[in-house]
């Protein structure tokens, strides 16, 4: 499977942004996705995850109760829904994807090995 995420952009403090991961090649029915992101000088980090079927997710803390993650196996396709953004979640945001079994959901960033290409956010302030 391929990935590319994108909709990212530049936005302001406070405002909502929605990125999406579309796959190709391959149905993503299989694969545990998720969301990680990489800010200047930092090292890519866990975002989110999602299992197979979409029912379980798992956040890193700085997203709970303000991204959620989905996915829409029909139209391979997964989203981040991003609300109320600060600055300090300004980064290059990745989808990524690991098969998986039912109700898996996978956190370290070395567990995936499918990995699309990222779509920059920038928050000001």
């Known amino acids: 499977v391929q990935l590319q995420a994108f909709g990212g952009g530049l936005v302001q403090a406070g405002d909502s942004l929605r990125l999406s991961c579309k796959a190709s090649e391959r149905t993503i029915v299989p694969y545990v996705m998720g969301w990680f992101r990489q800010a200047p000088g930092k090292e890519r980090e866990f975002v989110a995850t999602?299992?197979?079927?979409?029912?379980?997710?798992d956040y890193a803390d700085f997203a709970k109760g303000r991204f959620t993650i989905s996915r829409e196996n029909a139209k391979n396709t997964v989203s981040l829904q991003m609300n109320n953004l600060k600055p300090e979640d300004t980064a290059v945001y990745y989808c990524?994807?690991?098969?998986?079994?039912?109700?898996?959901?996978?956190?370290?960033?070395?567990?995936?090995?499918?990995w699309g290409r990222g779509t920059l956010v920038t928050v000001s302030s």
């Open positions: 999602i299992s197979r079927g979409g029912t379980v997710r």
């Open positions: 990524a994807a690991k098969q998986g079994v039912t109700g898996q959901t996978i956190m370290p960033i070395d567990r995936y090995d499918v």
